[in-house]
């Protein structure tokens, strides 16, 4: 059985890791790392609401008069 001599096993073992290594090193590279996000100042941006403010009230039920 091949696979019982060792004489051949640290080159194989080397060549995998090597191999191993080169290919994980293109595919990491090739990938997009977008740069670290930055804080937007938020008094600066206005929101246009399409909705009118009055009709967007939260009333708690409890403030409500009673009936």
Do not use: C, G, R
């Not at 937007?40 to 009936?67: G, V």
């Amino acid at each position: 059985m091949p696979q019982l001599d060792t004489s051949t096993w640290l080159i194989m073992i080397s060549s995998m890791i090597l191999t191993l290594f080169i290919t994980f090193h293109l595919k990491v590279s090739k990938h997009y790392f977008p740069t670290n996000p930055e804080p937007k100042h938020t008094l600066l941006l206005k929101n246009s609401a399409p909705w009118e403010e009055k009709w967007t009230k939260i009333y708690s039920p409890l403030s409500l008069p009673l009936q």
